[in-house]
């Protein structure tokens, strides 16, 4: 945090390669910090960074990069202006959607990826926008397996679908959408090719080589975030993905050594956790977003156990999106992953696990997020920091409306905050 000097003039950032003025104080930073400050205006330290509150960006699907070309999963100034502007108005850690390490891992042909030069260099021009303003930036590293390859939302939608299978004219691969399974039933949606009401390619059954290189572009692309700019990695191990779909035994009924047992369906994440960990400065936390569903809690918290020691820093608690059949799915399942992160955290703390715990999903009102990371008398909390995506979609000031209702005075963007003069009309 840098005091501006006024006898010195304008202060610009340092280091952009254009000019932007120096905030006074980080935008949605508390201006002080006492006893009454709630807990979500509190910073929070993890590794070599600290978060300026507890409230963050979550990842969120634009569907805007290039489908084919040069450019192909490349972020734009679509993203700066989106992203950017949660960063100017007080986010704490504002995170890239969903971030393909392989190109056939970006879940539809107009998400980005992060495995070539290009790709680089858009997220570099990402990070320093989000920097200027004093926020941390996140990639959420991912592979979308068998939900892969699909289009834009809105052209399914055009469809009268939910989800629409991208053909090779239209920038997909049909051919070379993977899974732990393969063959017959094995799409998300359990239709074959040939049924045009399917949304979903029939994946292939990924092979002990294509595992050795999956992993091996996991590294590569942690590294390329860390070129980049980037503060955090999340590793992207919810909501049906490949991850996801190694872990449930819904979706892997694998006979080798990847599959079957809780420690054989663990060992995917665990090694691709490993791969990251080694790839990224020891400064650098590491998310790792973990859904509930096909998938029970006592796994998640047997899992969770063990992360710390693999060097991840913060589980994020999501719900859905590997079965069309499941109970919960990750626009419905709120107000239940709050509850199950609060009894996990509380499990954790017993045992001295140090793990942090963050959740999302449907949190809209001031109250409701203080309350989420405010401990009890008892000390207990739902989790240490929260990610929001819809209400920021509507708010973009969001940092700023909740530190009004909860009466902390927090800063504003320097543009924004005109100085108070003695007998100023105006």
């Given at each position: 945090?840098?005091?501006?000097?006024?006898?010195?003039?304008?202060?610009?950032?340092?280091n952009?390669?254009?000019f932007?003025?120096?905030?006074?104080?980080?935008?949605?930073?508390?201006?002080?910090?006492?006893?009454?400050?709630?807990?979500?205006?509190?910073?929070?330290k993890?590794?070599?960074?600290?978060?300026?509150?507890?409230?963050?960006?979550?990842?969120?699907?634009?569907?805007?990069?290039?489908?084919?070309?040069?450019s192909?999963?490349?972020?734009?100034?679509?993203?700066?202006?989106?992203?950017?502007h949660?960063?100017?108005?007080?986010?704490?850690?504002?995170?890239?959607?969903?971030?393909?390490?392989?190109?056939?891992?970006?879940?539809?042909?107009?998400?980005?990826?992060?495995?070539?030069?290009?790709?680089?260099?858009?997220?570099?021009?990402?990070?320093?926008?989000?920097?200027?303003?004093?926020?941390?930036?996140?990639?959420?590293?991912?592979?979308?397996?068998?939900?892969?390859?699909?289009?834009?939302?809105?052209?399914?939608?055009?469809q009268?679908?939910?989800?629409?299978?991208?053909?090779?004219?239209?920038?997909?691969?049909?051919?070379?959408?993977?899974?732990p399974?393969?063959?017959?039933?094995?799409?998300?949606?359990?239709?074959?090719?040939?049924?045009?009401?399917g949304?979903?390619?029939?994946?292939?059954?990924?092979?002990?080589?294509?595992?050795?290189?999956?992993?091996?572009d996991?590294?590569?692309s942690?590294?390329?975030?860390?070129?980049?700019?980037?503060?955090?990695?999340?590793?992207?191990?919810?909501?049906?993905?490949?991850?996801?779909?190694?872990?449930?035994?819904?979706?892997?009924?694998?006979?080798?050594?990847?599959?079957?047992?809780?420690?054989?369906?663990?060992?995917?994440?665990?090694?691709?956790?490993?791969?990251?960990?080694?790839?990224?400065?020891?400064?650098?936390?590491?998310?790792?977003r973990?859904?509930?569903?096909?998938?029970?809690?006592?796994?998640?918290?047997?899992?969770?156990?063990?992360l710390?020691?693999?060097?991840?820093?913060?589980?994020?608690?999501?719900?859905?999106?590997?079965?069309?059949?499941?109970?919960?799915?990750?626009?419905?399942?709120?107000?239940?992953?709050?509850?199950?992160?609060?009894?996990?955290?509380?499990?954790?703390?017993?045992?001295?696990?140090k793990?942090?715990?963050?959740?999302?999903?449907?949190i809209?009102?001031?109250?409701?997020?203080?309350?989420?990371?405010?401990?009890?008398?008892?000390?207990?909390?739902?989790?240490?920091?929260?990610?929001?995506?819809?209400?920021?979609?509507?708010?973009?000031?969001?940092?700023?409306?909740?530190?009004?209702?909860?009466?902390?005075?927090?800063?504003?963007?320097?543009?924004?905050?005109?100085?108070?003069?003695?007998?100023?009309k105006?």
């Amino acid at each position: 945090m840098t005091t501006y000097d006024a006898t010195i003039g304008n202060v610009p950032v340092p280091n952009l390669s254009y000019f932007s003025p120096q905030h006074q104080t980080s935008p949605g930073t508390a201006k002080t910090i006492d006893e009454s400050t709630p807990t979500i205006f509190r910073p929070l330290k993890v590794r070599g960074v600290t978060l300026r509150n507890r409230i963050c960006v979550s990842p969120m699907c634009q569907y805007s990069c290039a489908p084919s070309g040069p450019s192909t999963g490349v972020l734009t100034p679509h993203h700066i202006v989106t992203l950017g502007h949660y960063a100017y108005k007080g986010a704490a850690l504002v995170m890239v959607e969903a971030t393909g390490v392989q190109p056939n891992g970006r879940i539809s042909v107009n998400c980005p990826g992060l495995y070539n030069d290009a790709q680089q260099t858009g997220l570099k021009s990402v990070a320093e926008v989000i920097h200027s303003h004093g926020a941390l930036i996140g990639v959420q590293l991912s592979h979308g397996g068998r939900k892969s390859g699909t289009t834009a939302p809105w052209i399914a939608n055009r469809q009268g679908k939910g989800s629409a299978r991208a053909s090779v004219a239209e920038g997909g691969w049909p051919d070379n959408v993977v899974g732990p399974m393969g063959g017959a039933g094995s799409s998300w949606d359990g239709k074959p090719p040939n049924d045009e009401s399917g949304g979903f390619c029939e994946p292939k059954q990924m092979t002990r080589d294509d595992i050795k290189e999956f992993i091996a572009d996991w590294a590569s692309s942690a590294n390329r975030a860390v070129m980049a700019g980037v503060d955090i990695i999340e590793i992207h191990a919810a909501h049906g993905y490949l991850l996801h779909q190694f872990l449930s035994p819904i979706t892997n009924q694998r006979s080798d050594e990847y599959g079957g047992s809780f420690e054989n369906r663990i060992r995917l994440t665990i090694e691709v956790i490993a791969a990251v960990r080694a790839a990224i400065p020891e400064t650098m936390p590491i998310i790792l977003r973990k859904t509930l569903g096909q998938w029970d809690v006592s796994s998640t918290t047997r899992l969770a156990k063990l992360l710390p020691s693999l060097g991840v820093d913060i589980l994020d608690i999501s719900s859905g999106g590997n079965h069309p059949a499941a109970r919960l799915n990750v626009f419905n399942a709120g107000k239940e992953q709050a509850e199950i992160a609060k009894q996990l955290r509380k499990e954790l703390r017993a045992s001295d696990n140090k793990l942090l715990v963050s959740v999302v999903g449907m949190i809209n009102e001031s109250g409701q997020a203080r309350d989420l990371v405010e401990q009890n008398s008892a000390g207990d909390a739902a989790a240490d920091l929260i990610f929001v995506a819809r209400k920021f979609l509507n708010d973009p000031a969001w940092v700023m409306r909740l530190a009004e209702d909860l009466g902390v005075d927090v800063a504003w963007p320097i543009q924004m905050a005109r100085p108070q003069i003695t007998g100023s009309k105006g």
